[in-house]
Nanobody, 116 residues
Framework: VQLQASGGGLVQPGGSLRLSCAAS???????LGWYRQAPGRQREFIAS???????DYAGSVEGRFIVSRHNGKNTLDLQMNSLQPEDTGVYFC????????????WGQGTQVTVSL
């Protein structure tokens, strides 16, 4: 499984940014998700979507971020709106499968900086 994240950058508070993750080698029943790691903090869950389209969000981003996947293209997107400085961090995409064969994989991360 390989994951390639892109779309990070510098944005002002209140702005928007869209991240994308290209996945290859994944099987059916794989959940794709986004995680964030801010400086000096542990990596935290942001949002995920199952192969069936069920989404889940961290409370801190619900209503501002929208996660979507395109199964035919094996891509995962994260539309981030109303960005705040506390959204700053490295964003990682993750693939996880809980049925045999079980696996979990991380992408390389993309930097998002929210600042004036």
């Amino acid at each position: 499984v390989q994951l390639q994240a892109s779309g990070g950058g510098l944005v002002q508070p209140g702005g928007s940014l869209r991240l994308s993750c290209a996945a290859s080698g994944i099987l059916g029943a794989t959940t794709l998700g986004w995680y964030r790691q801010a400086p000096g903090r542990q990596r935290e869950f942001i949002a995920s979507v199952t192969s069936g389209g069920i989404t889940d969000y961290a409370g801190s981003v619900e209503g501002r971020f929208i996660v979507s996947r395109h199964n035919g293209k094996n891509t995962l997107d994260l539309q981030m709106n109303s960005l705040q400085p506390e959204d700053t961090g490295v964003y990682f995409c993750r693939a996880r499968r809980s049925v045999t064969p079980v696996y979990a994989a991380w992408g390389q991360g993309t930097q998002v900086t929210v600042s004036l």
